[in-house]
């Protein structure tokens, strides 16, 4: 399985930014702790972030066809893109939605997801375990068909 993982506004600033919500491991340390668990379950990864909308959705639609699911933790943009819902659809890959704090314990407008329904899941306030946990989901969806 190869997936592609993508990170939207401000993710490059992890263990920087908010570190209350967001923890301190750095950007660099996600990306490590991805692909070591990654190998651990036969899936190749791809990273991608951007500070940029119209980024993130060339690199949604340069997926396809070339991977066969998306980690997707769109930033500020969960909250406002009509566009990155859209590029997820017309992609047509399994695609998980991965908050790194618990957005919906959180200011009013972030329990807005317009991605959401784009995808086959959210995962949300599990810290950066929670994109193992999407891989997972993934891996389960492609193997098994489950939704």
């Known amino acids: ?12 600033m992890l263990g ?17 702790k991805i692909k070591q668990y990654a ?6 990864v791809a990273f991608y972030q951007s500070n940029h909308e119209g980024d ?17 933790n769109p930033g500020g943009y969960t ?5 990155l819902a859209d590029a997820v659809r017309a992609v047509s890959l399994p695609c998980v939605e991965v908050h790194i704090s618990h957005v919906n314990e ?6 807005i997801s317009y991605i ?7 995962i949300s306030g599990l810290g950066t375990d929670g994109y193992l946990r999407a891989i997972d989901r993934l891996n389960a ?4 068909g489950i939704v």
Do not use: F
Not at 1 to 12: E, R
Not at 39 to 44: A, L, M, S, W
Not at 79 to 83: M, P, R
């Open 56 to 72: 993130l959705i060339d690199c949604i639609q340069h997926a396809y066809r070339r991977y066969d699911g998306i980690v997707i």
């Open 16 to 32: 920087i930014r908010e570190p209350s919500h967001y923890g301190s491991e750095s950007y660099r340390d996600l990306i490590a």
């Open 116 to 122: 959401r329904e784009a995808c086959i899941d959210v």
């Open 141 to 144: 969806y492609a193997k098994e």
């Open 106 to 111: 959180r200011e009013e407008y972030r329990k």
């Open 39 to 44: 190998r651990t379950q036969g899936v190749k």
């Open 1 to 12: 399985m190869k997936i592609i993982v993508i990170n939207g506004p401000n993710l490059n």
């Open 79 to 83: 909250h406002t893109s009509v566009a």
